[in-house]
């Protein structure tokens, strides 16, 4: 795990030299997304490592949204705590990425064990704290899609 976290530490540093470059917009685009995936699981490393992680049934490993084809049912999917859920196939390009913090993990966990149970997603809460931005992001690395509505009592049918 420590040699991982390394890895990743350089990786992380040779995409930031990347960037200091001269690049396409489009190729800048996808180096940046990468960054901001690469800086979550550096981090995540780092936590696993400090907590001393080494069995994928410990629950910090448990709530990291984790992706791989499933030869059983010829399709991949993504494995959260005890949810599975299928890959959507939906794809909306290389758009900007969300920077992911420890609350955009617990929504993960939170999202997706309701969708597990089939009861849907409804995050509710203070304007401005990121509720549609985390439910959008995670609906994209699944392959899901996401329609938002913004409801307020001044609207009707």
Not at 24 to 38: E, F, H, L, S
Not at 78 to 104: H, M, Q, S, W
Not at 117 to 126: I, S
Request: charged share 25%; glycine share 8%; proline share 3%.
């Amino acid at each position: 795990m420590k040699k991982a976290h390394e890895q990743q530490v350089n990786d992380l540093k040779g995409l930031i030299m990347m960037v200091q470059g001269d690049l396409a917009k489009p190729v800048r685009q996808k180096i940046m997304c990468m960054i901001t995936m690469d800086a979550h699981s550096r981090d995540i490393l780092d936590l696993l490592v400090r907590e001393g992680v080494t069995k994928i049934d410990e629950f910090q490993w448990q709530t990291q949204l984790k992706g791989l084809f499933d030869s059983g049912q010829k399709d991949f999917v993504f494995k959260i705590a005890d949810a599975c859920l299928n890959y959507g196939y939906e794809y909306l390009g290389n758009g900007a990425r969300l920077v992911i913090t420890p609350l955009t993990d617990r929504i993960y966990v939170t999202a997706t064990q309701a969708l597990h149970l089939k009861m849907g997603c409804a995050p509710a809460g203070p304007a401005g704290t990121g509720k549609t931005e985390s439910t959008k992001d995670l609906a994209s690395a699944l392959g899901k899609a996401c329609y938002v509505f913004n409801c307020s009592d001044q609207m009707d049918y």
